[in-house]
């Protein structure tokens, strides 16, 4: 992913992973990166997606880390997955009024 040689599903690219760099670093005020939120402890997924992500992290989220601050609010790029692969539905609610609220979708 970060050294351009290819995540197994996904063939490598010099110019995507050095996009990658720059979008997880930038800094710009207009800009929101979004992270998958498996590199936060706080989530509800389920065990085979938690088991995935955990595998991913300790192979190429580790490459991903470097590049990450600490201090730096990130979005969660799960926006669109935000009904599958959780354990319990719960924050659906919720998820969808932020939605409606950000004007990214209409409910119709």
């Known amino acids: 992913m970060l050294d351009a040689s290819g995540i197994g599903f996904q063939n490598g690219s010099t110019e995507m992973t050095e996009r990658l760099r720059e979008v997880l670093t930038s800094n710009l005020a207009n800009h929101l990166v979004a992270i998958p939120e498996t590199f936060s402890f706080r989530n509800n997924l389920n065990w085979r ?17 470097h590049y990450l601050n600490p201090g730096k609010k990130y979005s969660n790029a799960f926006i669109t997955r935000f009904y599958l692969d959780y354990e319990t539905k719960n924050h659906i609610p919720n998820v969808l009024e932020k939605i409606k609220k950000f004007g990214k979708i ?3």
Do not use: Y
């Open 49 to 65: 997606v938690k088991f995935w992500w955990l595998n991913f992290i300790n192979t190429i989220g580790v490459q991903i880390s």
């Open 106 to 108: 209409r409910m119709f």
